[in-house]
C-alpha cells in the first residue's frame, strides 16, 4: 500500500496519477476516515489525561466522601473510553480495507499512456527469423510438439480440461533443463541466493504480495484450510522476511526460486487458447530483490539485464518494453517487459515482467531496514521479475530452433542439462 501521508497531503495529485493509471481507488472514502480517526485518538487522548489526572486527585484525598463522586465520574469517563476504542478499531479496520484497494503511484519517468498499445520499445537484441531465413514456412509450436510427441494436449484436457496439457519424453526434460540452467545461471552469474518456497501460502501472503483484493476472482484456493495457491513465487517470497528488520549491510538482497503457478486466468477469457502460452498452470524463475530505496531503479535496470541475459546465453531475439501507466498492473511503480521472438506463431511473447514495486509491497508487510545501526527503522523497496516464465520460453526455443525436417535443435548451453541430447526427433519420443 502506499504511505496514506501521500493521499492526506497530496490528494489532488493522488486522484491525477489515479486517472493515469484508468485505476479508481476510495480516496475520498480514506480521507473522511482518517480525519475520523484522528479525531477520535484525539478524544482518546484527552480523555485518557483527564483520567491520569483525577487518578492522581483521588489518590491524594483522604476522605471516602470525597473521593467517591470523582470515582463515579471515572467510571463514567472509562466506559467513554471504551466505546471510544470500539469505534476506533471499526474505523481503522474500515481505512486499511480502503487503503489495501488502492494501488501504486506510477513513478514519475513512466511514460502516460491509455493502454498497452502505447508501450514502447527501449530497445531489440536480435533480429527475428522470417521464411525466407529459414527456408520453410516455420511451424507453431502446438504443431511442432504433438508431430515430437513431446506436447499432449488430448490427455490434458482429458486429466484437467481446457488449458493443460501433458509433457512427454524430451519436452519434459527439456523443461526440466531450462528451470535448472536458468536457477544456476542467476546463482553463479548474477549472485542470487537460491531458495525453494511453498506452492500454498496462508491468506495475509496473498494480501502482504498485493495480490488481494484486486486479483481475489483469478487465484485457486483450499477456503476450509485458508491455503492458496501461488500464481508465482513472488508471493511467498514477498513474505519471507515479514516483520523482520534488515540491517544496512544486508541490502541488497537477492533471491531466485522456481515454483510452479497456479491461476485461474479469468481475465483472459478467449485470449490465447490454441497452444501452451496461457494455462492455469505454468512453470517459472523468479527473481526477487529487497533493497534500500535509493538504489532500487538502478537495481531494476539490473534485473532487466539479468532476465536478458537468459535470451542472449539462449540465443533468442528480444526486446524490452516500458510499460505505460495503464498498463502498470495493481503493485508496480514502474515496469518493463522482456518479450521474445516466436516465428511460428509470428509473435513478441511476454517472458517476464520486470518491476519496481518500491515501498508498496514492504508496508503490507511491515518490512524494514536500519540506514545505521540506531536509526529508526525505514520500509525497504522490493523488486521482483520472471527469468525466464515457463511456458512462453519453451515456445520460443521450439520455434526458432526448428528444422525443416521438423525436428529442433536444442541451444548449446542446454545440451549438459539434457544428458548430451543435440536435437529432438520424432524417434526418439515414440511410445
Given at each position: 500500500?502506499?504511505?496514506?501521508?501521500?493521499?492526506?497531503?497530496?490528494?489532488?495529485?493522488?486522484?491525477?496519477?489515479?486517472?493515469?493509471?484508468?485505476?479508481?481507488?476510495?480516496?475520498d472514502e480514506i480521507l473522511a476516515l482518517d480525519s475520523a480517526r484522528r479525531d477520535i485518538l484525539q478524544e482518546v487522548e484527552t480523555l485518557r489525561q483527564e483520567r491520569n489526572e483525577t487518578s492522581a486527585q483521588i489518590g491524594k484525598m483522604k476522605d471516602q466522601?470525597?473521593?467517591?463522586?470523582?470515582?463515579?465520574?471515572?467510571?463514567?469517563?472509562?466506559?467513554?473510553?471504551?466505546?471510544?476504542?470500539?469505534?476506533?478499531?471499526?474505523?481503522?479496520?474500515?481505512?486499511?480495507?480502503?487503503?489495501?484497494?488502492?494501488?501504486?503511484?506510477?513513478?514519475?519517468?513512466?511514460?502516460?499512456?491509455?493502454?498497452?498499445?502505447?508501450?514502447?520499445?527501449?530497445?531489440?537484441?536480435?533480429?527475428?527469423?522470417?521464411?525466407?531465413?529459414?527456408?520453410?514456412?516455420?511451424?507453431?509450436?502446438?504443431?511442432?510438439?504433438?508431430?515430437?510427441?513431446?506436447?499432449?494436449?488430448?490427455?490434458?484436457?482429458?486429466?484437467?480440461?481446457?488449458?493443460?496439457?501433458?509433457?512427454?519424453?524430451?519436452?519434459?526434460?527439456?523443461?526440466?533443463?531450462?528451470?535448472?540452467?536458468?536457477?544456476?545461471?542467476?546463482?553463479?552469474?548474477?549472485?542470487?541466493?537460491?531458495?525453494?518456497?511453498?506452492?500454498?501460502?496462508?491468506?495475509?501472503?496473498?494480501?502482504?504480495?498485493?495480490?488481494?483484493?484486486?486479483?481475489?476472482?483469478?487465484?485457486?484456493?483450499?477456503?476450509?484450510?485458508?491455503?492458496?495457491?501461488?500464481?508465482?513465487?513472488?508471493?511467498?517470497?514477498?513474505?519471507?522476511?515479514?516483520?523482520?528488520?534488515?540491517?544496512?549491510?544486508?541490502?541488497?538482497?537477492?533471491?531466485?526460486?522456481?515454483?510452479?503457478?497456479?491461476?485461474?486466468?479469468?481475465?483472459?477469457?478467449?485470449?490465447?487458447?490454441?497452444?501452451?502460452?496461457?494455462?492455469?498452470?505454468?512453470?517459472?524463475?523468479?527473481?526477487?530483490?529487497?533493497?534500500?530505496?535509493?538504489?532500487?531503479?538502478?537495481?531494476?535496470?539490473?534485473?532487466?539485464?539479468?532476465?536478458?541475459?537468459?535470451?542472449?546465453?539462449?540465443?533468442?531475439?528480444?526486446?524490452?518494453?516500458?510499460?505505460?501507466?495503464?498498463?502498470?498492473?495493481?503493485?508496480?511503480?514502474?515496469?518493463?517487459?522482456?518479450?521474445?521472438?516466436?516465428?511460428?506463431?509470428?509473435?513478441?511473447?511476454?517472458?517476464?515482467?520486470?518491476?519496481?514495486?518500491?515501498?508498496?509491497?514492504?508496508?503490507?508487510?511491515?518490512?524494514?531496514?536500519?540506514?545505521?545501526?540506531?536509526?529508526?527503522?525505514?520500509?525497504?523497496?522490493?523488486?521482483?521479475?520472471?527469468?525466464?516464465?515457463?511456458?512462453?520460453?519453451?515456445?520460443?526455443?521450439?520455434?526458432?530452433?526448428?528444422?525443416?525436417?521438423?525436428?529442433?535443435?536444442?541451444?548449446?548451453?542446454?545440451?549438459?542439462?539434457?544428458?548430451?541430447?543435440?536435437?529432438?526427433?520424432?524417434?526418439?519420443?515414440?511410445?
Amino acid at each position: 500500500m502506499i504511505d496514506i501521508r501521500i493521499i492526506r497531503e497530496h490528494p489532488d495529485e493522488v486522484k491525477a496519477a489515479l486517472q493515469k493509471l484508468q485505476a479508481e481507488a476510495p480516496i475520498d472514502e480514506i480521507l473522511a476516515l482518517d480525519s475520523a480517526r484522528r479525531d477520535i485518538l484525539q478524544e482518546v487522548e484527552t480523555l485518557r489525561q483527564e483520567r491520569n489526572e483525577t487518578s492522581a486527585q483521588i489518590g491524594k484525598m483522604k476522605d471516602q466522601k470525597e473521593r467517591q463522586p470523582l470515582i463515579e465520574a471515572m467510571r463514567v469517563v472509562n466506559q467513554q473510553i471504551s466505546d471510544l476504542e470500539e469505534r476506533l478499531r471499526d474505523t481503522e479496520q474500515h481505512l486499511e480495507e480502503a487503503m489495501y484497494r488502492v494501488p501504486n503511484l506510477p513513478h514519475e519517468s513512466v511514460p502516460v499512456g491509455k493502454d498497452e498499445s502505447e508501450n514502447i520499445v527501449v530497445r531489440q537484441e536480435g533480429e527475428p527469423r522470417s521464411e525466407a531465413d529459414f527456408g520453410f514456412d516455420p511451424l507453431p509450436h502446438w504443431e511442432l510438439g504433438p508431430s515430437l510427441g513431446i506436447i499432449d494436449f488430448e490427455r490434458g484436457v482429458k486429466l484437467s480440461g481446457s488449458r493443460f496439457y501433458v509433457l512427454f519424453g524430451l519436452g519434459a526434460r527439456l523443461q526440466h533443463a531450462l528451470i535448472q540452467w536458468m536457477v544456476s545461471y542467476h546463482v553463479q552469474q548474477h549472485g542470487y541466493t537460491e531458495v525453494y518456497p511453498p506452492y500454498l501460502v496462508r491468506e495475509e501472503c496473498m494480501w502482504g504480495a498485493g495480490q488481494l483484493p484486486k486479483f481475489n476472482d483469478n487465484i485457486y484456493r483450499d477456503v476450509e484450510d485458508d491455503l492458496w495457491l501461488i500464481g508465482t513465487a513472488e508471493i511467498p517470497v514477498t513474505n519471507l522476511h515479514r516483520d523482520e528488520i534488515f540491517s544496512a549491510e544486508e541490502l541488497t538482497k537477492k533471491y531466485v526460486a522456481y515454483s510452479a503457478c497456479f491461476r485461474r486466468e479469468k481475465f483472459s477469457a478467449g485470449r490465447d487458447v490454441r497452444g501452451i502460452k496461457r494455462g492455469h498452470q505454468f512453470d517459472k524463475v523468479e527473481m526477487y530483490k529487497f533493497c534500500k530505496p535509493e538504489d532500487s531503479y538502478a537495481e531494476l535496470e539490473a534485473l532487466v539485464n539479468d532476465a536478458e541475459d537468459i535470451c542472449r546465453a539462449l540465443g533468442i531475439p528480444h526486446r524490452v518494453v516500458q510499460m505505460v501507466t495503464a498498463d502498470l498492473g495493481f503493485t508496480a511503480a514502474k515496469k518493463y517487459d522482456i518479450e521474445i521472438w516466436a516465428p511460428g506463431c509470428g509473435e513478441w511473447l511476454e517472458a517476464s515482467s520486470c518491476s519496481n514495486c518500491e515501498s508498496f509491497q514492504a508496508r503490507r508487510t511491515k518490512i524494514r531496514y536500519r540506514p545505521a545501526p540506531d536509526a529508526k527503522p525505514e520500509f525497504v523497496h522490493t523488486l521482483n521479475g520472471s527469468g525466464l516464465a515457463l511456458p512462453r520460453t519453451m515456445i520460443a526455443i521450439l520455434e526458432n530452433y526448428q528444422q525443416a525436417d521438423g525436428s529442433v535443435v536444442v541451444p548449446e548451453v542446454l545440451r549438459p542439462w539434457m544428458g548430451g541430447v543435440e536435437v529432438i526427433e520424432s524417434s526418439e519420443n515414440d511410445g
